[in-house]
């Protein structure tokens, strides 16, 4: 799905939540949002995630395989992402990390507040030690591609932004790649400002917020390797 596309479904959804998504508080009688509604436009702003891997399932199978990695059993991918999901909840809980299950993916948000400096696509220090739980979880379960996905605030131009969030995006490969995780599991991509998480801006918070990587989990199947080869 382009940029564009994106753009597109948000409004869309936005849109349609603006219109069906509104309840009355039974308590105030104020009128608000509903959570079904805000869902639904989480879900139009996460089904990017849901697409093919970065790079294409072929190419990417092909590397896994010839380093070495295995896939999981049909009948068991379910219980695998289970397991998984599992353990990075345990490990990232009270870090910020949010972790979403999409079928058989996991996406991971990393908080913006806590991940880069403006302007910057070093992986803060405070924020080490929960990528340090994020690497060991994934170094557990290696039948698994790692998308990683990098964003930035609408400071600064589309293009400027643009490489700022590739620059996001392998940084946090790359320090993952220092705990372990095989490359051939992982891909980048950037969205520069695009995917504004927190919008409009009208704080640091939201700044900050907007700051961000997301990391995809997607499991490696016995399909996946009888396609590639």
């Known amino acids: 799905m382009n940029i564009n596309t ?6 869309a959804a936005l849109g349609a939540m603006t219109l069906t998504g509104c309840v009355t508080d039974p308590v105030t009688g104020e009128r608000k949002i509903s959570k079904a509604a805000i869902g639904g436009v989480g879900g139009a702003l996460g089904g990017y995630l849901l697409g093919d891997l970065i790079g294409g399932r072929n190419s990417r199978t092909e590397e896994i395989v010839g380093a070495g990695i ?4 049909g009948a068991g991918v379910g219980y695998y992402m289970d397991q998984q999901e599992k353990k990075l909840r345990e490990r990232t809980a009270g870090t910020g990390i949010d972790v979403e299950r999409q079928g058989d ?3 991971l948000n990393m908080p913006g507040d806590v991940t880069f400096d403006l302007n910057s696509a070093m992986v803060k220090s405070q924020f080490r030690s929960a990528l340090d739980s994020v690497a060991s979880t994934l170094a557990e379960y290696p039948s698994t591609y790692i998308d990683v996905y990098g964003h930035t605030d609408s400071t600064g131009s589309d293009t400027y932004n643009q490489g700022l969030s590739e620059r996001r995006a392998a940084s946090v490969a790359d320090y993952l790649a ?3 995780i095989q490359r051939a599991r992982m891909a980048t991509l950037g969205y ?3 995917q504004l998480k927190c919008s409009p801006e009208r704080s640091e918070a939201d700044y900050q917020c907007n700051r961000r990587v997301e990391i995809r989990i997607a499991p490696v199947t016995q399909s996946d390797v009888n396609a590639a080869r």
């Open 70 to 73: 295995g896939a999981v059993a």
């Open 105 to 107: 993916q996991l996406v």
């Open 178 to 180: 220092g705990r372990g």
């Open 192 to 194: 520069g400002e695009s």
């Open 6 to 11: 994106i753009k597109l479904t948000t409004i």
